[in-house]
């Protein structure tokens, strides 16, 4: 499967306690996103990077929230202090750049998160 | 971006069109009309984009008034495993800002 993978798939922590999940884009896709999602919410956009370089963080990243992607391939998202209120399903997302803007992104199955 | 509005749910029955409508009355020139779909505890899969003319391929037509003011997604032979959440979204050409904004979707159930 060649598709955006995603690990865990499930994870459970206790509140305080800091977690990490682990992106591995297509390859070639150069544009990485993350996105949390609430049940009956549509996904909320958190952060982007271009390569290695994270472009753009939405004020929904707080400052226990950070995101890494060291060589431009694969990405981390680390929550730290973890809330009951993180409980969600985090997306992650990968595309290639296109001249005219936005291209087709391609999601992966998501990390759902429970905060205990 | 452009806001986009949906209304939240929607049904019909197997083997019809199914015609999901999207207002983007704020959309400006340089912003595409896309839209993905989520099947349930899946990640969001993309069907089809358009700026200013119809567009069809496999999966969906797409269907943009001559103000581009809204939009119509048709899925032409609904089947049950079209039953999802589907986005519209309104996103920039170029720039920075390349992100896609949701919103809670509309509700497509296809009933047998």
């Known amino acids: 499967d060649t598709g955006v993978s995603q690990d865990p798939r499930h994870k459970i922590t206790k509140r305080g306690q800091n977690v990490t999940f682990r992106c591995d884009p297509i390859?070639?896709?150069?544009?990485l996103y993350w996105y949390r999602q609430t049940l009956g919410q549509g996904p909320e956009f958190l952060t982007y990077?271009?390569?290695?370089?994270?472009?753009?963080k939405s004020r929904l990243l707080s400052d226990r929230f950070s995101a890494e992607r060291p060589k431009g391939s694969f990405s981390t998202l680390e929550i730290q202090r973890t809330e009951q209120g993180d409980s969600a399903m985090y997306l992650c997302?990968?595309?290639?750049?296109?001249?005219?803007?936005?291209?087709?992104?391609?999601f992966g199955q998501g990390t759902r998160l429970t905060v205990v | 971006d452009a806001k986009t509005t949906q209304p939240p749910s929607m049904d019909c029955a197997e083997g019809r069109a199914a015609n999901l409508p999207c207002n983007h009355s704020?959309?400006?020139?340089?912003?595409?009309v896309y839209w993905y779909r989520q099947i349930h505890s899946q990640g969001p899969q993309y069907i089809i984009h358009?700026?200013?003319n119809n567009e069809t391929n496999e999966m969906a037509s797409l269907i943009i008034t001559e103000d581009r003011k809204s939009s119509t997604l048709i899925l032409p032979h609904a089947t049950l495993r079209d039953t999802a959440v589907y986005y519209c979204?309104?996103?920039?050409?170029?720039?920075?800002?390349?992100?896609?904004?949701f919103g809670k979707g509309i509700t497509l159930s296809v009933r047998p």
């Open positions: 997302a990968s595309s290639l750049p296109h001249e005219k803007g936005v291209t087709e992104a391609f």
């Open positions: 390859s070639e896709h150069n544009r």
């Open positions: 990077f271009q390569n290695e370089a994270q472009l753009e």
């Open positions: 704020t959309i400006s020139g340089n912003e595409y």
């Open positions: 358009g700026l200013k």
């Open positions: 979204i309104a996103a920039p050409i170029t720039g920075a800002n390349s992100k896609l904004t």
